[in-house]
């Protein structure tokens, strides 16, 4: 299946047949993951691959109660390293400066002041798993698989169910498996609405 194809064939399936994914689909989404970009080349996510039946209802349960979550066959807990904190750093640190060029240097100076390092820390690693966690997804929809990206989750919670050390941070999970329904593609905003050239003219 070409990239395209793929993407054209995505969906967020909450609904699994009760079907094992070889381990070498398994293998070459992972695979995706560890080639996909990062900033300053940080490779600072990490991937859980969860099929314990106790594990995936634990993490079902963390999900909001998302049972349909723990049906999957196997669920990908995307993780992020949070060792990196910008608090302390010096004045000509590069990710000190990018920081504050993005986000303004008032908000890097109040963030630099909240207690809760952990928390700083969690927020801003936010989006690291979610590229290679893309390039997953489209792998496993490339043989017949679906997913479905799941962010309502008590972070602390999945950390704890997956005993992760302080320095790693379970941000998203990926329940992955062959589809029991054909979902119906949702309707989609027009390449135009999405799109301006050159400068926003409203």
């Not at 609904?15 to 940080?42: C, Q, V, Y």
């Not at 750093?89 to 993005?102: Q, S």
């Not at 100076?109 to 997953?136: C, D, F, G, Q, W």
């Not at 017949?144 to 050390?165: H, M, T, Y």
Request: with cysteine.
């Amino acid at each position: 299946m070409e990239v395209m194809e793929a993407i054209k064939a995505r969906r967020s399936s909450r609904s699994f047949l009760e079907k094992g994914i070889p381990e070498k689909i398994i293998d070459e989404m992972l695979e995706a993951a560890r080639l996909s970009p990062s900033g300053g080349n940080g490779q600072s996510y990490r991937f859980g691959v969860i099929k314990d039946a106790n594990l995936k209802e634990e993490l079902a349960h963390a999900a909001g109660e998302q049972m349909w979550i723990a049906e999957a066959p196997v669920v990908i807990a995307c993780c992020a390293d949070i060792s990196w904190d910008l608090l302390g750093l010096p004045e000509d640190d590069f990710g000190l400066i990018v920081n504050k060029l993005r986000f303004s240097e008032e908000f890097i100076e109040y963030l630099n002041k909240y207690p809760n390092r952990k928390s700083v820390k969690t927020l801003l690693a936010n989006p690291t798993p979610l590229i290679p966690a893309e390039h997953m997804y489209l792998v496993a929809v490339s043989h017949g698989l679906s997913a479905c990206f799941i962010g309502f989750l008590d972070v602390e919670k999945a950390n704890r169910i997956l005993r992760l050390p302080e320095n790693m941070v379970c941000l998203f999970l990926l329940p992955v498996g062959y589809p029991k329904d054909d979902t119906a593609p949702k309707e989609k905003k027009s390449a135009k609405e999405i799109t301006f050239c050159e400068t926003w003219k409203g």
